[in-house]
């Protein structure tokens, strides 16, 4: 296993440019499945979860060319369907979470999906309820197989359309059901329905095929049925979470940097909550220009004057991916945040090492932190650590690059799974870090 050695605070300055979404991409690749057609993405990141998803596209018989960096055409018009009751698939399904989502347009395109249960971070209970749900909703059978953990729905009639109300706003779940529901017959209503960016890009791209999917942005969803879907272009946006990444590293290391083409208009609540800290963000054209924050960075308190609260929500609440990242920026803040994270249990144990490193943190339960802010007067010192999951991960090297003397980061893969070539990246603007 691979690790970072990173010799910390060191300022960083000039411009990055972010990597397409993981969390779009993993949506819009499963949607190639839908259309016999050629289908071109674009700003495809590269990345270990997204190019294992590609490889298992590969090993279903979908025909792959790549174009240039970050391009790809996709060609499903001769699926092996039989793949999915292999034992190479067993093992290759389950390796990230993005593959549950080619369960819905199979479903729909071949009458039957197969998966077994996928992996993705361990940040606590992961549920997949939500996805048979819609699946059953629409007239599949259902299946699990309890020793192997191997899930199976069944449709050799097809499917037909229905109204459902899910029960909870799932991303993945959202996005297989309305990838199933494109070519049932009749009419399908998803309520609860969930809306992130990424899921309108899914629905617009399906749109771009000949799909009829209206309530784009909101949580109803209407689907009217067609008889096939056509080939596409696509762009991924880019990556949210990796924008607010690079605001949470400038804060911290108190550099000066552009962050380009950040498509504002999709980052909903992220940079005001970076605001809430006290950190200045400009915004220049479509970029993001933060400033040194050589003075440090003071939170906002709520208008009564209580400690300033941040909590995730499903969109366009925000993000659970971004709150690891605002807890480690809240560190060095002047003032005091109380970080509550809703969705996942096991998210925040991750501060631990922070506290070793000599931050201020009280884990008052597995869904809460209070933060007490440093405000630069004591810095956090190196250590040695391990990578828990991705977001915790990307916190923590923020740490090591905000602290005093060389920390290592062990099992770096979590981080590779979602940012592309980290490393260099981060050595262009200044970075001292190798991988090791
Ligand atoms: C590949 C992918 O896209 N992964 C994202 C996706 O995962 P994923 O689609 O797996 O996550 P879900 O939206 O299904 O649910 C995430 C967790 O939040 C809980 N939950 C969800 C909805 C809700 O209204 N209330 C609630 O408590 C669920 O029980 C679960 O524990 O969405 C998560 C929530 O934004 C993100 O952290 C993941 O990065
Ligand atoms: C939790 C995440 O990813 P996944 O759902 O793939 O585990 C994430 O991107 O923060």
Redesign the pocket.
Known sequence: MGVFKIEGGVPLKGEITPQGAK?EA?QILCAVLLTPEKVIINNIPDIIDINKLITLLGNLGVKIQKNGPGSYTFQADEVNVGYLETEAFKKEGGSL??SIMIVGPLLARFGKGYIPKPG?DKI????LD?HFEGFINLGAKFRYNKEDHFYGVEAPEGLTGAAMLLD??????TANIVMSAVLAKGTTTIYNA?CEP?LQQLCKMMNAMGAKVSGIGSNLLTIEGVESLGGCTHRILPDMIEIGSWIGLAAMTRSEITIKDVSWENLGLIPNVFRKLGITLEKRGDDIYIPAHTDGYEVKTDIDGSILTIADA?WPGF???LLSIVLVVATQCKGDVLIHQ???ESRLFFVDKLIDMGAKIILCDPHRAVVIGHDFKSRLKATTMSSPDIRAGISLLIAALSAKGTSTIQNIEQIDRGYERIDERLRAIGAKIVRA
């Open positions: 969390n993993l979470r993005g993705g606590g209970r992961r549920r939500t909870e706003a799932s991303v993945t779940g969930a990424y499903p993000t659970p991916d809703k969705m996942f």
